[in-house]
């Protein structure tokens, strides 16, 4: 291969100064080998750089405090005139490129970032400054609440007197009786069936509930409007839908006198929504006589004091509210739970709210100090469904771990762990009813059957019905095609309604029960 002339002498000087002639005329001593310690290798030194940069770029993101609360973290990019959502990203892809966001305004501008419109105040802070503290905090309450916690101090000690002296003389029962009792009460859910089926949204029904003389189903969908339906024939109701959600509902409840004492144009009935409201309805007309707001998130389960003047809400804002239902006014605000509220229910007495949700993990309050009195700490996953059971003490609650806990209030404890279904459980709800069953010996002075057995709805399709002495199955409802999504048992014993990702409302009944 020829060289090129202009190259030639630099060879030849870059050959003498790698191979100096030897004295001797031989080969080289280690010694007399050239070293070069500063060879450069720009691609390699390129690399290493842009690593280093890139790991301290990671290292000032981690020092960047972002929101955990994924409504703050949509609220902070919407701010900065980003997207709120990308295609397929989920809530930490979205805490990430928030966090991403900020370190690039940040190197941008060079200067800290404050997001006071989403915590108060949140900067660019040093590890040790960002931890979080957990500490106790009290809110203050003013004098309408101080006045409401009065009112159920009064109602519940006399609700749980009565109650209890109930319990005393149901304590005397002999035991024989009432294990003959129970034995006929299984025996007739046993022959629990289908009776009937009514499609009555065009999307999912995402809740049904009995009203509380049994003769009417209130079923409210993801269409965000609520269908009433008559028991047992399952067709409309002269009203027979109520609009006013512009989003999926979430929670249906009753008034305790609904369809009994309660006047029809008064509220009988109260729904929450995806639109963050809750709307209180009336059995005379399909508008709603009130809309109470607030929350900032999803509107979930509702629930009304037994006494019927006050209202909880569970919300997608982190909070359960209580709320004034003469004057329409929120009285509390309460926190507690570290994601999600999904649920709420309130004991009989009026005593006890239990709330629970997205964090797997319910809490007893006491409305009347406003304390939490118990957490119920045991679930793997979700909570999706609470119920109070007519004896005051015991408390349901429905997982995403497809199990059903039953809570001890006395002992501050799980009583039991109920294998309940093969997947998430969507709802429970205790028999709170009265009357006598067919073919079910009731004796003089025997306990009433109100608390007597559960009912559990699962994404599995299936409706379960469980013995409440010893958590035992009494008999499976197969029936949905697709998740069921709730029940609920009429106060008359005689019906089960539940409803599912298939658009529909079931009725069950006895096969012995002629309709």
């Not at 010694?31 to 940069?53: F, R, S, W």
């Not at 509220?267 to 508008?287: E, F, H, P, R």
């Not at 559990?456 to 035992?472: A, E, L, R």
Request: charged fraction near 25%; hydrophobic fraction near 35%.
């Amino acid at each position: 291969m020829s060289v090129h002339p202009s190259r030639q002498a630099r060879l030849a000087d870059d050959r003498m100064s790698v191979d100096p002639p030897s004295p001797q005329g031989g080969g080289l001593d280690l010694a007399d080998i050239a070293v070069d310690n500063d060879y450069a290798m720009y691609g390699t030194n390129m690399k290493a750089q842009t690593y280093l940069e890139e790991l301290s770029r990671r290292q000032r993101a981690k020092q960047i405090a972002v929101p955990t609360d994924d409504l703050k973290v949509r609220a902070k990019l919407r701010e900065l005139g980003e997207p709120i959502t990308l295609f397929g990203e989920d809530k930490a892809d979205r805490r990430e490129r928030l966090r991403r966001v900020l370190l690039e305004r940040q190197e941008t501008a060079d200067e800290d970032v404050e997001m006071r419109s989403v915590t108060g105040s949140v900067r660019s802070v040093t590890a040790e400054e960002g931890e979080e503290e957990d500490e106790e905090f009290y809110t203050p309450g003013d004098e309408d609440l101080l006045e409401v916690r009065k009112q159920v101090a009064r109602y519940s000690l006399a609700a749980a007197r009565q109650r209890r002296l109930q319990q005393i003389k149901d304590a005397a029962f002999p035991l024989t009786k009432l294990v003959k009792q129970a034995r006929g009460l299984s025996d007739y859910l046993k022959t629990y069936a289908l009776m009937g089926t009514q499609f009555v949204a065009d999307r999912a029904v995402s809740i049904v509930r009995f009203s509380p003389n049994s003769e009417l189903i209130a079923a409210g969908s993801w269409t965000g409007s609520i269908r009433l339906i008559q028991v047992p024939s399952l067709e409309d109701d002269d009203i027979s839908i109520l609009r006013g959600h512009t989003d999926r509902i979430g929670g249906l409840a009753w008034h305790p006198q609904a369809t009994l004492t309660q006047p029809a144009g008064a509220v009988n009935l109260a729904s929450g929504g995806g639109d963050c409201t809750i709307k209180l309805w009336s059995l005379s007309q399909d508008a709603p006589l009130a809309t109470l707001q607030g929350h900032e998130g999803r509107v979930c389960r509702v629930a009304f004091h037994p006494s019927g003047s006050l209202l909880a809400s569970a919300s997608f804002d982190y909070t359960w509210r209580l709320w004034d239902l003469e004057t329409q006014q929120e009285l509390l605000i309460q926190e507690g739970h570290s994601k999600e509220v999904y649920c709420v229910a309130i004991q009989q007495d009026g005593a006890l709210v239990v709330s629970a949700g997205l964090d797997g993990v319910g809490r007893v309050w006491d409305l009347r100090t406003g304390r939490t009195i118990m957490v119920l700490d045991g679930h793997s996953r979700e909570i999706y469904g609470v119920d109070f059971s007519p004896n005051g003490y015991h408390i349901a609650t429905g997982s995403g771990d497809s199990s059903v806990k039953i809570w001890d209030v006395r002992k501050v404890r799980v009583a039991a762990t109920i294998p309940a279904h093969k997947s998430l459980v969507s709802d429970v709800r205790f028999f709170n009813g009265d009357g006598e069953i067919p073919g079910v010996t009731q004796e003089d002075g025997a306990p009433p059957l109100r608390g007597s057995y559960l009912a559990s709805s699962s994404y599995d399709g299936c409706v379960n019905i469980w013995k409440s002495d010893s958590w035992t199955l009494i008999k499976s409802l197969k029936g949905h095609s697709e998740k069921a999504m709730s029940v609920d048992i009429s106060n008359d014993w005689r019906f089960i309604a539940s409803s599912g990702w298939d658009r529909s409302v079931k009725l069950w009944a006895s096969e012995t029960m002629g309709l």
